[in-house]
């Protein structure tokens, strides 16, 4: 997807995908990650949800990857911060206490620049890209957690019906992706209230995927 496609969303505030509170599936399924207190986890095309206010406030540490610069200056904005910014490589670097955003193409962040990760809370990455991006997305995120576990959020309805983001990924396609590398648990199923965006039926499908 091209990527002025997103910085226009933000810039335009048409950013329906940013949702008002902490995500209740990683509410109610955070502790399926066996997380202790100061561990890392790195959310991969993150916007400024407030996930990462609500994972900090537990006493977890974040890391995230996002395109917009708009969106991260939002983010720290809203959580009271001031960042420190450095440049790395491609990537601007957001840093403030328990917190490290990298600004730019999540392609072009390596496993050296992220650092170490305990796990990874994907809700908006994987479903927001098209199908042929997936794969390759699927392959980088491994390489740079050093496949660390992750919370999986995916969407499943009719993709003829209304056309993503955020995308329609079955389970066979979750399968497709991952389960050469790690055991799949699928935690919940549950129908989007409303239909997604108002406009179709869809499922919600929350995974905890473990390194083998």
């Not at 969303?9 to 902490?22: L, S, T, V, Y």
């Not at 056309?163 to 199923?189: I, M």
Request: hydrophobic share 45%; with cysteine; proline share 6%.
């Amino acid at each position: 997807m091209d990527p002025e496609f997103w910085h226009q969303r933000w810039k335009n505030n048409q950013i329906g995908f940013h949702e008002p509170q902490a995500n209740p599936s990683l509410v109610d399924n955070i502790n399926a990650l066996a997380l202790v207190k100061n561990q890392r986890i790195f959310l991969p095309l993150c916007g400024k949800t407030l996930d990462i206010g609500w994972l900090l406030s537990q006493g977890y540490r974040v890391a995230g990857a996002e395109l917009s610069a708009l969106a991260i200056e939002q983010l720290f904005d809203e959580l009271g911060v001031e960042p420190r910014v450095t440049k790395v490589g491609q990537l601007q670097h957001y840093q403030a206490e328990g917190l490290d955003i990298f600004g730019g193409d999540l392609f072009a962040l390596t496993k050296e620049t992220l650092g170490a990760v305990d796990a990874v809370y994907d809700r908006a990455a994987l479903v927001a890209l098209p199908e042929p991006m997936r794969v390759r997305y699927a392959q980088h995120l491994m390489a740079i957690t050093a496949k660390a576990p992750q919370l999986l959020i995916t969407f499943v309805y009719d993709q003829t019906v209304m056309p993503g983001p955020p995308f329609a990924v079955s389970d066979a396609e979750v399968t497709s992706h991952y389960a050469a590398d790690y055991t799949l648990q699928q935690l919940q199923s549950k129908e989007v209230a409303g239909g997604l965006k108002g406009k179709c039926p869809a499922e919600e499908h929350v995974w905890l995927l473990q390194c083998k």
